[in-house]
C-alpha cells in the first residue's frame, strides 16, 4: 500500500488518475480515482468516488449504480453486500456531475 508521505510528501493528497498511472502507485483514493476516471472516460459510466469508513478506516471505493468496485482489495460486488461485509459507511462522495457533501455526526 502506497502512502501520500511517501508518494508526494503530505499527510493527505488526491492525485489526478495521470499522476497515480505515471507513479504506478496510489492509496485507495488514488486508485478509486483512477478507476471512476476510467469508467467515465472509456465507458460512459457515472461512477461516484465514495469517501467513507470500510475494512476500520477511513476509505475510498467507487459506486456505479448498485455494484460497489473497490480497486484497493480487488473487489466487485453489490452496494448493499459491500456495506455489509465491509461495515461501509459513506461520509461523502463525488462524480463527474454531481457532489454530496455528508459528513457524520460527531
Not at 511517501?6 to 499522476?19: C, G, M, P, W
Not at 498511472?21 to 480515482?33: F, N, Q, T, V
Not at 483512477?34 to 465514495?50: H, M, Q
Request: proline letters at 4%; hydrophobic letters at 35%; aromatic letters at 16%.
Amino acid at each position: 500500500r502506497a502512502a501520500d508521505e511517501d508518494l508526494y510528501r503530505r499527510q493527505e493528497y488526491y492525485a489526478k488518475a495521470s499522476e497515480t498511472l505515471r507513479r504506478g502507485a496510489g492509496d485507495c483514493e488514488d486508485k478509486a480515482i483512477l478507476f471512476a476516471s476510467t469508467a467515465y472516460l472509456n465507458f460512459s459510466l457515472d461512477p461516484r468516488v465514495v469517501f467513507g469508513r470500510a475494512l476500520g478506516h477511513g476509505h475510498a471505493w467507487v459506486e456505479v449504480d448498485e455494484t460497489v468496485y473497490d480497486p484497493s482489495i480487488g473487489v466487485i460486488m453489490p452496494t448493499a453486500e459491500y456495506y455489509s461485509r465491509y461495515s461501509a459507511v459513506c461520509y461523502t462522495w463525488f462524480s463527474a456531475t454531481e457532489h454530496l457533501h455528508d459528513w457524520p455526526e460527531q
